[in-house]
């Protein structure tokens, strides 16, 4: 079964720059659309990227989202970070007649 | 704001069918493109499948056989039912919706309406 793997968790202290990686277990990652939620404890997930590297409006341009095809895997990138993003993020992409979520990235901000 | 809402009972025996019904607060439901997404506890997020406002359903490979969604567009309403349940099935489930369909897919594209999600145990 295809999956996306994320690092389990990500620390950084306020005002910093964290990427979070989306690898593909096979295939082309970038041949289908990598979304990311951010999820708060006890809440829904939200949109903060969609189709790659497209923000919905009102999340900042501190977060965005880019494509490595050489390393097929999709990446978060937020920076000047604020106590605010800490939360859990989740990958989602497709594969054979399904939608796909990785196991999610719990971000601390230190 | 287009506002989601789940509801359904929160415990279900095992062997039994889960049932959920989600409320669209408007007439949007011809909009969107509906959704199922569960969390079991502590862990990450499952698409269960998804209905079109003209009833077009497309279902996770892994649950096919024992899903389906159905809309009642004149109560701005759509239901999931999951049969034959198991302690696996305990999670919380999410509606969804999205604004979009890949249609070289047939898959929803990014879900930018979620409801609160409602907690469903599997239990005896």
């Known amino acids: 079964n295809f999956m996306l793997t994320q690092p389990h968790s990500v620390s950084e202290s306020p005002g910093k720059t964290i990427t979070i990686s989306c690898t593909g277990s096979?295939?082309?990652?970038?041949?289908?659309?990598v979304q990311w939620y951010q999820q708060r404890p006890g809440s829904a997930p939200t949109t903060v990227i969609y189709e790659d590297k497209l923000r919905p409006s009102g999340v900042p341009d501190r977060f965005s989202g880019s494509i490595d095809r050489a390393a097929n895997s999709a990446s978060l990138t937020i920076s000047g970070l604020k106590t605010e993003d800490e939360a859990d993020y989740y990958c989602q992409s497709y594969r054979d007649n399904n939608v796909v979520f990785g196991g999610g990235t719990k971000v601390t901000v230190l | 704001q287009v506002q989601l809402q789940e509801s359904g009972p929160g415990l279900v025996k095992p062997s039994e069918t889960l049932s959920l019904t989600c409320s669209v607060s408007d007439d949007s439901i011809s909009s969107y493109y509906w959704s199922w997404i569960r969390q079991s506890p502590g862990k990450g997020l499952e698409w269960i499948g998804y209905i079109s406002y003209n009833g077009n359903t497309n279902y996770n490979p892994s649950l096919k056989s024992r899903v389906t969604i159905s809309i009642d567009r004149s109560k701005n309403q759509f239901s999931l039912n999951l049969s034959s349940v198991t302690a696996a099935d305990t999670a919380v489930y999410y509606c969804?919706?999205?604004?979009?369909?890949?249609?070289?897919?047939?898959?929803?594209?990014?879900?930018?309406?979620w409801g609160q999600g409602t907690l469903v145990t599997v239990s005896s």
């Open positions: 096979s295939g082309n990652i970038a041949s289908n659309y």
């Open positions: 969804a919706g999205s604004v979009r369909i890949l249609e070289w897919l047939f898959l929803p594209g990014w879900f930018d309406l």
